[in-house]
């Protein structure tokens, strides 16, 4: 069977071991396992991975960094499949397809001696391009009143896209097939929509 590309979500705590004063970002950090909040976690399903970040940027302690990647692996559909049906994926459920080393990452909070910091908007923008791909984005975009080629643009060629058109389209992909999209998600993101006006 032929084998295409798809992204495995990780969600790491990390302890923050030295800081760059200039750019006001860590340099170096330790990973750590917290059993009792399943971290490090790794799913393969986006709005899984990032409800879970959310739900643990509330345990984050002083001299920590939360970070959500997407790993990229080569799979078949029926590989793909077993690892979608399994709630939290082990490292070893997936190692084997791993395309890449490189991580992207999708999200990041931290907090370290007074300085806090966090950036989500790139998760945003994730689960909409991987949840597109179970619909025609064509019909969608029609009935959000959303402009397909606005929206091929963003997708294809990462041109501007707003947070509202974005919430637009994954409201009403989940009124044409559910679980792709939820209220508490929606209320965090419209904040974004504050520093748009």
């Not at 950090?29 to 399943?38: A, L």
């Not at 029609?142 to 606005?150: E, F, K, L, M, P």
Request: charged share 35%; net charge negative.
């Amino acid at each position: 069977m032929e084998k295409v590309s798809r992204y495995i979500y990780e969600i790491d705590l990390n302890i923050i071991t030295e800081w760059n004063e200039e750019m006001e970002f860590p340099t170096d950090m330790d990973p750590v396992e917290i059993v009792d909040f399943n971290i490090p976690y790794s799913t393969a399903n986006i709005l899984d991975a990032i409800n879970f970040f959310e739900k643990q940027k509330d345990i984050i302690s002083e001299d920590e960094f939360l970070e959500l990647v997407a790993r990229e692996i080569d799979v078949t559909d029926e590989e793909w499949y077993k690892l979608v049906k399994k709630e939290k994926l082990e490292f070893s459920d997936y190692s084997d397809f791993i395309k890449t080393k490189e991580l992207r990452t999708l999200a990041w909070n931290f907090s370290y001696k007074g300085h806090y910091d966090s950036d989500d908007s790139s998760a945003l923008d994730e689960l909409l391009i991987v949840q597109s791909e179970n619909f025609n984005m064509r019909v969608i975009c029609d009935r959000a009143g959303v402009s397909y080629s606005t929206y091929r643009g963003f997708k294809n060629n990462k041109q501007p896209f707003s947070v509202m058109k974005k919430i637009k389209l994954l409201r009403c992909m989940n009124e044409v097939g559910n679980m792709c999209w939820d209220k508490d998600l929606e209320q965090k993101y419209l904040y974004y929509l504050e520093k748009e006006l």
